[in-house]
């Protein structure tokens, strides 16, 4: 994940353009607006138009990369999981619906929760060590596992 810093000046209108290098032709990546809560998936929309206030955050908007590479994607391919300070995120252009688990690399489950039927779920990892952890999503009829390092 990267933040995008941007200044606000006199306009109000404006567009952000993402363009992906023709070498990586299947990267899935996202913008994610935090003020609206709108995710961009910016091989559909490279090109975003938004209104800006003056009390907008600098770091309003975050570019997210997803999986890179994978042969057999699956069932819901951009789902996108990262690490930010002592939170997880999963991100994807669908709803995200279902239970959320998070284990060890050993196996043990540490967090579970209940999907909110939303594109960004935010859980609390404050009481996990650093490492890394396995995140699944199971809707009940599949299931999706992708691998996060979590830092503090």
């Known amino acids: 994940m990267i933040q995008l810093g941007f200044v606000k000046n006199t306009a109000s209108d404006y567009t ?7 070498q990586y032709p299947d990267m899935v990546t ?46 819901n ?19 995200i619906k279902g239970e959320i688990r998070v284990t ?10 209940k999907a909110p039927g939303e594109h960004r779920v935010l859980i609390d990892a404050g009481q996990l060590a650093p490492g890394t952890y396995l995140v699944s999503l199971d809707t009940g009829n599949e299931w999706q596992t992708r691998k996060v390092f979590v830092s503090k």
Do not use: M, W
């Open 30 to 75: 996202f913008i994610n607006d935090k003020k609206t809560g709108e995710l961009y998936t910016v091989s559909a929309e490279p090109t975003i138009h938004f209104t800006s206030a003056p009390d907008d955050d600098p770091n309003r908007f975050e570019l997210i990369f997803g999986t890179v590479g994978t042969e057999n994607r699956d069932f």
């Open 104 to 113: 060890s690399l050993s196996g043990q489950q540490l967090i579970a929760v």
């Open 77 to 95: 391919s951009d789902l996108t999981c990262y690490s930010d300070g002592s939170s997880i995120i999963l991100l994807s252009s669908e709803l």
């Open 16 to 22: 952000l353009q993402v363009i992906i290098p023709a």
